[in-house]
């Protein structure tokens, strides 16, 4: 409130002061006849003006004309600017001639016209004032609604990035409780191994969690945990190729999203073949962008998995992170080779 109120009593000043020194400039650059009380009367005028201004917002604020439509914000404005222009020259008139102050008219005409003369150029002055003040005040509900909406859309892409972040787990921990009960009966022992592999993975997964990126080496930790545990469901089937350029390493990626790439790899592709196949993960440069790679045995048979919600959630994430800026895909490399790809601008 404070800093607003210092806002419009510093445009006041500034206002009036140059409103002050067009006069003066005028009168001693075209006047041909000297005033004796010409600055006193520039005196008194200005600072009614000011009064006369700010009760006239005064007005404004207390009916909240700012608050209603433009047609009728237009007749109000036009009303105030003609009434606070009567009542300013009234005053300036009342004062002049209470103080006995001469102006170049002296009493060669009435009163009445020298308020009708006064009331003019108030008009004309007050027109401004009350032109500069809408516009400020145009514009800053403008720059507040501005903000209001770019908070709202960031608030609305942290409830989503939390929707999204909400699924992954639970999404992922069904999948692995699957694998450890397909070896509970086969393998006990390495049931508990897997349980243990397991709670690795999802105490990571919660340390990253608020998180919006984590570096790359902290996810393939988390990936490498989870391709041990599946290696033990797949076992021979299973071959893991990684391909990382260890300057790739800092770099900030979403996380969960390469866990849940492989994941899908192994649910869509792996899974699907009888004799296994390769999960091949690579992270490299090209250009200005970091390309992280993830490609698996298997086929997308003509279409994308994209009902996959593994799929699904890397494409929704990256849109809202990157501003465009990402790009994923998901292709036939060959004829039995499918790649899915995540490239981002690099950070150096």
């Known amino acids: 409130m404070f800093k607003k109120l210092s806002t419009y009593w510093a445009f006041q000043f500034i206002g009036w002061g140059l409103c002050a020194g067009i006069y003066i400039f005028f009168y001693l650059t075209f006047y041909n006849k000297r005033i004796d009380d010409y600055y006193a009367i520039i005196g008194v005028d200005i600072s009614l003006g000011i009064l006369v201004t700010h009760l006239m917002r005064l007005v404004i604020k207390e009916y909240q004309l700012l608050q209603k439509t433009i047609q009728r914000q237009i007749i109000f404005f036009g009303i105030l600017t003609i009434v606070f222009s009567i009542v300013y020259a009234c005053a300036e008139v009342g004062v002049e001639r209470a103080l006995n102050l001469k102006d170049s008219m002296g009493d060669?005409?009435?009163?009445?016209?020298?308020?009708?003369?006064?009331?003019?150029?108030?008009?004309?002055?007050?027109?401004?004032?009350?032109?500069?003040?809408y516009t400020y005040h145009y514009i800053e509900y403008n720059r507040r609604q501005e903000l209001n909406t770019l908070k709202l859309v960031a608030s609305v892409k942290e409830l989503e990035l939390k929707t999204i972040k909400s699924h992954i787990n639970p999404h992922f921990i069904f999948n692995a409780l699957n694998s450890i009960r397909a070896l509970v009966d086969e393998d006990p022992s390495r049931a508990r191994t897997a349980i243990t592999e397991l709670s690795n993975i999802l105490r990571s997964s919660m340390q990253t969690e608020k998180l919006e990126t984590v570096p790359l080496e902290t996810e393939l930790n988390i990936v490498k945990d989870y391709l041990a545990l599946e290696q033990m469901r797949f076992e021979e089937r299973l071959q893991i190729e990684m391909q990382i350029d260890e300057d790739t390493l800092e770099q900030p990626i979403p996380p969960m999203m390469l866990q849940t790439l492989v994941e899908n790899a192994i649910k869509h592709g792996i899974s699907k073949k009888i004799d296994g196949g390769i999960i091949r993960i690579i992270s490299d440069f090209k250009d200005d962008y970091h390309e992280l790679i993830v490609q698996n045995t298997g086929q997308l048979n003509g279409h994308i998995s994209g009902a996959g919600f593994g799929v699904r959630s890397t494409q929704e994430r990256l849109n809202l992170l990157y501003h465009g800026q990402a790009a994923f895909s998901l292709i036939n490399l060959n004829d039995d080779m499918v790649q899915s790809k995540i490239v981002t601008p690099a950070i150096h």
């Open 108 to 133: 060669e005409i009435s009163v009445w016209s020298k308020i009708a003369g006064a009331s003019i150029n108030n008009l004309f002055i007050l027109s401004i004032w009350n032109l500069i003040y």
